[in-house]
C-alpha cells in the first residue's frame, strides 16, 4: 500500500507554532522529493516547501524565514516546523512524494487554522 500520513495539523492563534509530520508507507522514501502543499479555502492548491533526499530545501515566499522542511529518511518521515503563523496561512496542508518514472503520492490533508 502506498500511503502518505499527515498529523499535527489544529487550531493556533496568530504567532503560534505547529509542527507538522508526514509518515510514508509503500515506497522507497529515499528515492523521492517530497514536499508540502496547502490549499486556502477558495484558493488553488500550492507549494509550501520541497526537500530533496540530501535534504536541499526550497520554500515559496511567504513563509521563508517562518516554516522549515526537514526529512529524517531512517524513520520515512517528513516534517514542517511552522513558526509565527499568520492567519493567511490557514490551510488544508497535504504531503506529497514524487519520483522520476512515478505518479505523484498525496496524503490525506490536515487542517491548520490560524485564529485568534
Known amino acids: 500500500q502506498v500511503q502518505l500520513v499527515e498529523s499535527g495539523g489544529g487550531l493556533v492563534q496568530p504567532g503560534g507554532s505547529l509542527r507538522l509530520s508526514c509518515a510514508a508507507r509503500g515506497f522507497i522514501f529515499t528515492d523521492y522529493v517530497m514536499g508540502w502543499y496547502r490549499q486556502a479555502p477558495g484558493k488553488q492548491r500550492v507549494s509550501v516547501a520541497i526537500?530533496?533526499?540530501?535534504?536541499?530545501?526550497n520554500y515559496a515566499t511567504p513563509v521563508k524565514g517562518r516554516f522549515t522542511i526537514s526529512r529524517d529518511n531512517a524513520k520515512n518521515t517528513v516534517y514542517l516546523q511552522m513558526n509565527s503563523l499568520k492567519l493567511e496561512d490557514t490551510a488544508v496542508y497535504y504531503c506529497y512524494a514524487t519520483a522520476p518514472g512515478s505518479g505523484p503520492v498525496w496524503g490525506q490533508g490536515t487542517q491548520v487554522t490560524v485564529s485568534s
Open positions: 526537500i530533496t533526499s540530501d535534504g536541499s530545501a
